[in-house]
């Protein structure tokens, strides 16, 4: 259904728009609609692609980006195009060779060739989706139509919570899970059990912004949801009347959910989402909801207590349960059902799906084609089935080795800059570095792979096999709820372009999908690999030290290590930081703010990751006996090619509708701001570059916590 860790959110992306990632509607691709017949073009480190023409001094990502975005338009089934786009390619393309060797129907197929053979089959089978239309959906349409009391929404809720993922669970919350999200989480306070979590939940929508905004687009994207609605609900049969008055209902339940739910800077930080009740306590405060029928329906085992993520949320759905009649209710769960299962079904639901959600919102002009939809599915229900052949192709030993001794070197970085920091005290110091050596460092892929045999796939059912992936992985966390939490497991999939750091875990985790061009390249030299992947590594790192992150101890839990005169420095440097980060941004469209609370923990982690990945590259060319400003072969000293890769490692063009989603939405700042802002902020960038007082790129107040 979803990866519940995520929702810590202190870090899981490092592509600043892959709040979108899994989404088969998203998926980034090479070649645009020509994407079947060229070959995936992987992008790799050049320092001839600067424009000589700039100064590097004024604005470094355009001196560093300009001509390789004047070669690569967006294509038009893109909402963003980046240097690391022709890698999501050529990793789909591996994962569509992959599945279409084991789509043949042959008996002597392994278990695990079956189901993604088979997935593959049913996902690619147009004509018999088409022919099947909305038959698919139709016995659940039945069961929603045949409740006949409030008292039997409870069950419909969990049915619900089993049957298909979300397209926004991705990170802060749970927002599109139909009334609330449910799963199993490190507690808190002892990160070493698994309890129970209740989150607020019930939008369809990115987030709660999108309701309650009363600026002119906020107010134009509504109206367009609106009409959408009402289209999707003749689509399913319903007269223009009763789907426009269906339509009504659900943005005002939606509303008025949104309106009740934590805002994103809120849920940053962890105490306010650490709200332990007892279950006696959560059927006090939602009564309406029958926990006890629930919780039996889901299959959950006893949980010493329940992590209630905003109470306030669930006080306010009470009353709306209250409220409203039981087919109000009813409309609005037969809309959660079409709505997430429209990418599954005919041709017109997909298509009035794409045209709202990947056209309005996103500024997408075309669809991808149909197997890279497919690859994009099959990845996140199948993930760690299909990673298993992508490593044998993808990622040699060799790779592997040399990207632990980076990670190494860099938290060697780390661990010197603890012991130098002026602003921290011998007992915080202390407790740093017991949590800096207690991260486990987990490169490439899952010690042990995941066993899907209890995942029934056919060849004649796509929706049926993402039905039967989402209830194995909504009851999988589920199941966790008491038992000792597992270290080892993983939150993405070996393929993905991606990298997260997991505080209760106090994990590095950088799948095999990232450690490829232009990110990691065995044959380039230290400089290159440093600037690009090493800042990654050092931002993964870092994170475990952000404002979020360093609430967590060693151990994962939820304790405060820090003397306050220490808390109060950290504090103040990390105003700096969001200050400076609190700024217009004229390429998501006019008006439009990124509030640098909200992107605080990402902005502290490049700011401080490139610093470790520069340290880690000047102690290792020391062993080599060179210097960062000895000059490589093509004439650039290796700070200056340290620097032109880490800016080529983000040069990416978005589309408005996208980047002002992200600006809304996501806790990362736009790749613009991940380059420039970065860089101003290092007296080293300047000195490679020659850069003076009062040009752009010196920042008079520079920012620095790590």
């Known amino acids: 259904m979803f990866n519940p860790r995520l929702m810590l959110r202190f870090l899981f992306l490092i592509l600043p728009l892959a709040m979108l990632g899994q989404n088969a509607t998203f998926h980034s691709t090479a070649e645009g609609s020509g994407a079947d017949t060229k070959a995936p073009q992987l992008e790799h480190f050049d320092p001839k692609l600067v424009d000589p023409a700039l100064n590097p001094c004024d604005d470094f990502y355009k001196y560093s980006c300009n001509k390789w975005l004047a070669a690569n338009p967006i294509p038009p089934d893109q909402v963003f195009w980046s240097t690391g786009s022709g890698l999501e390619l050529w990793n789909d393309t591996a994962l569509r060779e992959t599945m279409e060797a084991s789509s043949a129907n042959d008996p002597k197929r392994s278990a695990v060739q079956q189901k993604i053979g088979d997935y593959w089959a049913a996902c690619m089978d147009e004509s018999g989706i088409e022919a099947a239309g909305l038959k698919p959906l139709q016995p659940e349409l039945d069961r929603i139509a045949t409740l006949k009391s409030k008292k039997e929404i409870t069950l419909e809720i969990a049915h619900l919570h089993h049957l298909f993922p979300g397209a926004w669970q991705q990170g802060d919350n749970q927002s599109d899970s139909p009334f609330f999200g449910f799963t199993g989480q490190q507690d808190y306070d002892d990160a070493s059990k698994v309890v129970a979590q209740i989150d607020q939940g019930g939008l369809s929508l990115p987030n709660r912004d999108y309701y309650i905004n009363t600026d002119d687009k906020s107010v134009e994207t509504l109206k367009k949801y609106r009409a959408h609605l009402q289209k999707m609900f003749t689509l399913v049969g319903e007269a223009e009347a009763q789907a426009k008055a269906d339509a009504g209902t659900v943005i005002d339940l939606e509303t008025a959910m949104a309106k009740a739910q934590m805002d994103n800077v809120k849920r940053r930080d962890p105490k306010n989402v650490n709200n332990k009740m ?16 629930y919780l039996k329906a889901v299959k959950a085992p006893a949980s010493d207590h329940y992590i209630v993520t905003s109470p306030d949320f669930f006080r306010a759905e009470e009353k709306l349960l209250g409220e409203h009649s039981l087919d109000q209710w009813k409309t609005y769960m037969r809309w959660h059902l079409i709505h997430s299962a429209a990418r599954y079904l005919n041709k017109a639901l997909v298509e009035e799906n794409f045209d709202f959600f990947a056209h309005t919102l996103a500024g997408q002009e075309e669809q991808l084609p149909r197997w890279r939809r497919c690859t994009g599915a099959a990845d996140r229900d199948l993930g760690e089935a299909l990673g298993q052949a992508y490593v044998d192709r993808a990622f040699p030993p060799e790779s592997r080795a040399r990207t632990i001794e980076m990670v190494h070197a860099i938290e060697r970085s780390l661990h010197s800059d603890i012991e130098s920091l002026t602003w921290m005290t011998p007992a915080t ?60 497991e993983w939150t993405m999939t070996p393929p993905t372009i991606n990298a997260y750091y997991d505080p209760q875990l106090n994990t590095i985790n950088f799948p095999a999908g ?17 600037g690009a992947i090493g800042m990654i590594i050092g931002h993964e790192i870092i994170h475990g030290f952000d404002d979020q992150g360093r609430k967590f101890d060693a151990h994962g839990n939820l304790r405060d290590w820090w ?39 990402e902005d502290t982690a490049d700011n401080g990751g490139i610093h470790l990945a520069l340290y880690a590259l000047e102690a290792e060319l020391k062993k080599q006996g060179k210097s960062l400003d000895d000059k490589g072969p093509d004439g650039w000293t290796y700070r200056q090619r340290f620097f032109l890769s880490y800016a080529y490692s983000w040069c990416s063009a978005l589309r408005p509708e996208v980047a002002r989603m992200a600006v809304t939405t996501n806790p990362h700042s736009l790749p613009v701001f991940r380059v420039d802002n970065v860089v101003s902020n290092m007296p080293e960038f300047a000195q490679a570059f020659g850069c003076k007082a009062g040009q752009k790129m010196v920042r008079a107040n520079a920012c620095r916590v790590w």
């Open 514 to 530: 990232i450690l490829q061009p232009p990110f990691f390249e065995k044959s380039m030299d230290d400089s290159v690999n440093y």
């Open 563 to 601: 003397t306050a005169e220490d808390a109060k420095q950290y504090d103040e440097r990390g105003k700096c930081i969001s200050d400076e980060y609190t700024q217009e941004v004229p390429d998501a469209g006019p008006g439009v703010k990124q509030n640098g609370l909200l992107t605080q923990g």
């Open 429 to 488: 110091r202390e407790q740093a570095i017991v949590k800096l050596k207690g991260i486990e460092d987990k490169i490439g892929y899952p010690s042990h792979w995941r066993d899907y045999s209890s995942v029934k796939i056919t060849r004649d059912s796509y929706v049926g096999n993402v039905e039967q992936a989402s209830a194995f992985e909504f009851e999988r966390w589920v199941a966790k709820i008491g038992k000792p939490v597992d270290r080892s």
């Open 278 to 293: 007892s279950l006696a306590q959560i059927r006090q405060l939602t009564p309406s909801i029958e926990w006890d029928a």
